[in-house]
């Protein structure tokens, strides 16, 4: 149980890749707080998991933990910064602390460049950037007053390297975070802060829908992926669980790519 003992938030967790993260956390013996937007069910979805680990967590997998895993579940929308401040300290009330952060909401909105319009690009640099960055100066604040290191952690893409044509605002926006993170770990170092990114590549997640439901998109895509299928949200969560614990405590300001190859598979045909 490399995890135990560990408070972790993760944003965007009712669904998707948040939701294996939190799970992987959960069975990796973390106390987990679950944030969602609009699916509230999702979020209990999420939630009743949690707990199902708690149970068995007590019996077998942790004999020395008196108490079960916990969950908790906060609504809050990730590009209102007021909001962001919200769940960060409302987290904190619940658990008493918070000792990872997990920066995984992200939306994306399909469009050419020229037909993008204002709302679609703050919608998209509100949540993916100017909330992870508030959300993680909140974080810092509360680690940097307790005396205490912690772990930060941001679910970026492959696309914060590689273009992606008709998704320009999310390629800003997870190149942004790129550079959020170097610059971090620069800044965090002295206080035991540690930030990563891990860039997912194709995931079999509600927001890849339009695709999963497309046969010539899907083939196409799958051709460019090495490893011939899409990735599971347990690929990205194991990765993170590793980032969380202890094992990488000497590692900042890197990028671990969880794409199956995607990334470097250029083909002549
Ligand atoms: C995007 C997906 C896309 C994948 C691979 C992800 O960051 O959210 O829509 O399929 O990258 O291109």
Redesign the pocket.
């Known amino acids: 149980m490399k995890l135990e003992g560990k408070v972790a938030l993760v944003t965007g967790s009712s669904q998707g890749i948040g939701q294996g993260i939190v799970l992987r956390l959960a069975e990796a013996g973390a106390d987990v707080v679950i944030n969602y937007r609009s699916h509230p069910e999702g979020a209990e979805e999420t939630l009743a998991k949690v707990q199902a680990i708690g149970g068995r967590c007590h019996m077998v997998q942790c004999p020395n933990r008196q108490d079960s895993i916990k969950g908790h579940t906060i609504r809050a929308d990730l590009g209102s910064v007021p909001e962001v401040r919200q769940l960060i300290a409302e987290s904190i009330e619940h658990f008493g602390k918070l000792d990872i952060l997990v920066n995984n909401a ?1 939306i ?1 909105k399909h469009a050419a460049f020229w037909d993008v319009t204002e709302a679609d690009y703050d919608a998209v640099l509100n949540v993916n950037l100017k909330g992870v960055f508030f959300a993680t100066q909140a974080f810092v604040q509360h680690l940097i007053e307790t005396k205490r290191p912690g772990k930060i952690i941001n679910i970026s ?3 914060e390297d ?1 273009p ?1 044509p008709n ?1 320009a605002a ?1 390629c800003v926006s ?1 190149g942004g975070m790129k550079m959020l993170t170097r610059n971090l770990a620069v800044e965090l170092g002295a206080f035991g802060i540690t930030i990563n990114n891990v860039a ?4 079999e997640t509600p ?2 829908t339009q ?1 999963l439901n497309n046969p010539e998109k899907l083939g196409a ?1 799958l051709k460019n992926i090495p490893l011939s299928r899409l990735g599971q949200p347990q690929d990205v969560a194991s990765v993170v669980a590793f980032l969380a614990s202890a094992d990488a405590d000497y590692i900042t300001g890197s990028t671990f790519f969880v ?1 199956g190859g ?1 990334l470097w598979n250029y083909q002549e045909q």
């Open positions: 992200g994306e893409s492959v696309h590689l992606f998704f999310y997870k997912p590549g194709a995931i927001i890849n695709l895509l794409d995607l």
